[in-house]
């Protein structure tokens, strides 16, 4: 069981007052200590329901984001992430803005071994967009590399 000491940057789990942001927060996000740092293991999120808009017409664009990574020694709390990627509802950026700039911000909090990000989104004008953005420190690029060229050769074939 985790102690009080270990959750104290966790705030927003088991809040029953939620409040979901207006726009793009990436102050949002909290993290929580990885008790086992010495193992690689991947975690992956799943939101199927991804909503941002386009910069130039405002419509809603709709989309799936998967995120996996290898933690270090920070996790980043799933209520946190839920909120943050709701954040971008209202938020005009291309889909492959969005996808960087949510891996960015996942390095910046929780500094990872690993990490990637792609965007799965709903065609518009019948054309479907699947970015996929990836980072490794000095110790995975061969995984980074690796994960890059399995991701072109799906779209290739």
Same mark, same amino acid.
């Given at each position: %069981?985790?102690?009080?000491? !270990?959750? =104290? ?18 102050? +949002?996000?909290? @993290?929580?200590? $990885?008790?086992h740092p010495e $193992?690689?293991?991947?975690?992956t999120f799943t ?5 941002? #808009?386009?910069?130039?017409?405002? =419509?809603?664009?709709?989309?799936? +984001? @998967? &995120? ?7 996790m980043v709390e ?11 509802? $209202? ?9 960087? +700039?949510? %891996?960015?911000?996942? &390095?910046?909090? %929780? ?10 989104? %709903?065609?518009?004008?019948? &054309?479907? &967009?699947?970015?996929?953005? $990836? ?9 980074? !590399? =690796?994960? #890059? ?9």
């Amino acid at each position: %069981m985790r102690t009080n000491e !270990e959750l =104290q940057g966790v705030s927003l789990l088991g809040n029953m007052h939620t409040k979901y942001p207006d726009d793009y927060s990436p102050e +949002i996000l909290e @993290t929580f200590v $990885n008790k086992h740092p010495e $193992n690689d293991y991947l975690v992956t999120f799943t939101c199927p329901e991804f909503t941002s #808009l386009c910069p130039k017409t405002g =419509q809603p664009d709709f989309g799936k +984001i @998967t &995120i996996s990574y290898i933690p270090r020694e920070q996790m980043v709390e799933s209520k946190s992430l839920k909120l943050y990627l709701f954040s971008f509802r $209202n938020h005009g950026d291309f889909h492959e803005d969005c996808v960087n +700039i949510i %891996m960015k911000d996942l &390095i910046r909090v %929780m500094d990872p071994k690993y990490i990637e990000v792609r965007g799965d989104f %709903m065609p518009r004008g019948g &054309i479907s &967009i699947i970015p996929f953005a $990836n980072y490794a420190d000095a110790d995975y690029q061969q995984l980074r !590399e =690796q994960r #890059l060229a399995q991701h072109l050769s799906q779209r290739f074939i």
